[in-house]
């Protein structure tokens, strides 16, 4: 068990830049979840996959927001046109299919617009 | 819409003593609560579940209780440790249409004092 893993660990960029971040899920773990962080609150939820089916996006996914997992396996959450509100840690989280399943995180991608 | 709340944003004790959190929701209650801990810069970690018609769960020298009536969970740690030092996090699965939606409350850091 490699664990989950993201990349990169920190981006910093520019308000109004695009940026992707990619999750490496548990291999055989079909469920992938994302979700961002801002300091002092827990990780609020954001979209989900099972397979490589969208599932699920929370309405704090704006239009600016797009999630891809194309092969069921990896997966990338892009944002568009970052806002300095967009700063934030996103984290990816992946479990088995199934009931009463936990959820197995990565360390997440720690965002800072500039 | 389902609100969390976990008792402090702060506890400190001092080492050997039982640490408990509480986690406080409202509406209806979920199909199962799970604990997390997360130490800085890092993502969450499971830590226990515990299912809607059970009252309690253990683990070494964790404890989670679960009342439904009083929408209520309480973490313990016994003889707590410096090592404990960290936020914990309440998680509910709210479970609804095909989806598996954990809301995650906004954690308690919790810090042991040698």
């Known amino acids: 068990d490699t664990g989950v893993s993201q990349d990169p660990r920190h981006k910093i960029t520019k308000r109004g830049q695009n940026v992707t971040f990619r999750c490496d899920p548990i291999?055989?773990?079909?469920?992938l979840y994302w979700y961002r962080q801002t300091l002092g609150q827990g990780p609020e939820f954001l979209t989900y996959f099972q397979n490589e089916a969208q599932l699920e996006k929370s309405r704090l996914l704006s239009d600016r927001f797009s999630a891809e997992r194309p092969k069921g396996s990896f997966s990338t959450l892009e944002i568009q046109r970052t806002e300095q509100g967009d700063s934030a840690m996103y984290l990816c989280a992946s479990s088995p299919q199934g009931n009463n399943q936990p959820q197995h995180f990565g360390d997440g991608t720690r965002l800072s617009i500039l | 819409s389902q609100k969390i709340e976990q008792n402090s944003e702060a506890l400190n004790i001092q080492e050997g003593k039982t640490a408990t959190l509480t986690c406080n929701y409202t509406n209806y209650s979920p199909a199962y609560l799970q604990w997390y801990r997360q130490d800085p810069g890092r993502g969450p970690v499971f830590l226990l579940l515990i299912r809607e018609n059970e009252k309690e769960k253990r683990k070494e020298r964790l404890k989670v209780t679960f009342d439904t009536t009083l929408k209520q969970s309480l973490f313990h740690i016994t003889a707590s440790q410096p090592a404990d030092s960290a936020t914990y996090l309440c998680?509910?699965?709210?479970?609804?249409?095909?989806?598996?939606?954990?809301?995650f409350g906004s954690g308690t850091r919790l810090s042991i004092r040698p």
């Open positions: 291999s055989e773990h079909n469920r």
């Open positions: 998680a509910l699965d709210m479970r609804y249409s095909s989806a598996s939606k954990i809301i």
